[in-house]
């Protein structure tokens, strides 16, 4: 698998964390964002359209984290400045995680890697994968939570840059937006105060 | 003030809560979502689009809610039975919240009304405005994360409805998500352990 050249990408490995999140559960959270296997077949149809952009969607998702200094702090290392290894090595796994998002292959060794995503952002496990002395020990949830716009609104032009019909790519669009949103819902698990997620 | 009649609608008043958000981590937030004036304008276009539909949307809502148990349930009695008097408090509260939403006056007073909506989804004051005995303590987290997806993408069709234009519908159904992603954010405020929202 192409994940095998990535590092601190350990998708189905014994490295990555459990989640706690029930099979009962997680099929009520899909129906919460109406998610169907036609959403799963769009996704996957995303996936092939999106697979020669990921470096042009992650130009722009980067340009975005660095002309916002309160999001761009995060890539920084002790000295303040942006740790440009830092930003290298997420980036590959961000690249990776359309794909994976666009395999839409949510089973068990997903669940679980959602959970790994999830601690990677929180004072468990951030800067840990990646070896790097950030000052920032965990990223804010509020910005986890509010990044779903542009991740959600920026994909667009790019789901339609392969001449697919306007109701092709609204279906894509949607499928990942309900994606993103089953994604982030995932990741605020570890922020929030037992027994209230 | 129209609030005045609709019962626990407390906007602006002493009962409050304060939030502990500050203006520049509000302007922050609102940077992260890419919320501009010009959203503001486009909200207010929608304000004049919906207000004549607010039955109709909540209708599409609640069908949403009651046709899920697992979402139904935290409007239950003490019987387990859905408790009518509190889904139309409720209801009122939600047609003034488009209202609210759409007026973009995001200001102090409004912000601290977010604080105080977050709390009526938690153990803090679930219940406690309409002075139910439900079995549901709280809403979980998830849901609250989860719902913004029906919640954005089921207004398109009435803002729609009203002859505008296709680019100014899809401008306005951005802010509206834009709004809604900011909402849900700081809604999950009080769920998170200190220091990591």
Redesign the interface.
């Known amino acids: 698998m192409i994940g095998i050249q990535i590092p601190g990408y350990t998708f189905g490995t014994d490295e990555v964390a459990k989640s706690p999140i029930t099979d009962e559960e997680f099929d ?2 899909k ?4 998610f169907t296997d036609e959403d799963a077949r769009y996704l996957r149809m995303a996936g092939e359209v999106l697979d020669d952009q990921l470096e042009q969607i992650l130009d722009v998702w980067y340009d975005f984290f660095a002309s ?1 200094s ?2 761009a702090r995060y890539f920084n290392g002790p000295d303040e400045e942006l740790n440009r290894n830092y930003l290298a090595a997420v980036r590959l796994r961000f690249e990776q995680w359309i794909r994976d998002t666009c395999a839409a292959q949510y089973d068990r060794a997903w669940l679980d890697y959602q959970e790994e995503i999830a601690l990677r952002h ?2 468990f496990k951030k800067n840990k994968t990646d070896n790097v002395l950030s000052p920032a020990d ?1 990223i ?4 986890v ?6 991740i ?2 920026t994909i667009k032009p790019f789901l339609a840059g392969k001449g697919h019909s306007p109701e092709e790519v609204e279906r894509m669009h ?1 499928a990942w ?2 994606a993103v ?2 994604q ?2 995932l990741w ?2 570890p ?3 037992p027994g ?2």
Not at 31 to 34: E, F, G, H, L, P
Not at 145 to 150: D, G, N, Q, V
């Open positions: 009520l959270l129906q919460t964002v109406t916002h309160h999001l929180t004072r965990h804010d949830l509020r910005y939570l509010a990044c779903l716009y542009p959600v609104a949607q937006f309900k949103v089953l982030v819902t605020a698990r922020y929030v105060r209230d997620f």
